[in-house]
């Protein structure tokens, strides 16, 4: 169904023609009795497909990322036994 509301009316109660308009309504916007534009709810978006590799080059990943070594030293750090590289302990003395 719709309705056609001069350019006035639409000024003044643009909200609720924004409401009936998003429950499906379409509502046409006239100026001086001539059709101008039309109001109608928006169509949710489409969620965009991801593609496999779409990353690839983007992310580089050492070596030794997950030797026996570099994994005991992330588990040191979890337990709070070890600081992480670099970390610089007069920021956390404060």
């Known amino acids: 169904m719709s309705i056609q509301v001069n350019i006035h009316e639409a000024k003044t109660h643009l909200s609720r023609l924004v409401e009936r308009a998003a429950a499906g309504e379409e509502i046409v916007i ?53 600081e992480p590289y670099g970390a610089d302990e007069s920021r956390w003395s404060r």
Request: no cysteine; net charge positive.
């Open 30 to 82: 006239a100026k001086a009795g001539e059709p101008r534009a039309r109001l109608v709810p928006l169509e949710p978006p489409r969620p965009k497909r991801r593609q496999p590799g779409s990353m690839k080059g983007k992310i580089w990943f050492a070596p030794d990322w997950d030797s026996p070594e570099v994994n005991e030293a992330i588990a040191r750090m979890f337990e709070g036994e070890d």
